[in-house]
């Protein structure tokens, strides 16, 4: 089993920047890409943010492009969320996922395994 714990989550005011992790333990795997979603209160999951094992790979959801970078650390085994320039919409509760390959999490499917995720509030 592998277990993924989210942190860095905080309140921000918008135009603010904040760094999001996710550190990895149990029984991580060498190959697996890791992806951040973000769940906001009465809206569908969405995808953010997906970067292979190696970081040859790297998706980004339109609505976070240019602000967001996406980045890893094997050695760590933790994946980072480097978020700037929020916005009010950008509250959610991220969550870090890991999967066999970036590309399928970056069109939502192929999760093995789920964080429980870190609030990050915007306010405006």
């Known amino acids: 089993q592998v277990q993924l714990v989210e942190s860095g989550g905080g309140l921000v005011q918008a135009g603010g920047s904040l760094r999001l992790s996710c550190a990895a333990s149990?029984?991580?795997?060498?190959?697996?890409?890791m992806a951040w979603f973000r769940h906001a209160p009465g809206k569908d999951r969405e995808f953010v943010a997906a970067?292979?094992?190696?970081?040859?790979?790297?998706y980004y959801a339109d609505s976070v492009k240019g602000r967001f970078i996406i980045s890893k650390d094997n050695a760590q085994n933790t994946v980072y969320l480097e978020m700037n320039s929020l916005k009010y919409e950008d509250t959610a509760v991220y969550h870090c996922?890991?999967?066999?390959?970036?590309?399928?999490?970056?069109?939502?499917?192929?999760?093995?395994?789920w964080g429980k995720g870190t609030l990050v509030t915007v306010s405006s």
């Open positions: 149990g029984r991580t795997s060498s190959s697996y890409a």
């Open positions: 996922a890991a999967g066999t390959s970036s590309w399928s999490l970056s069109g939502g499917y192929g999760m093995e395994h």
């Open positions: 970067i292979s094992w190696s970081g040859d790979s790297i």
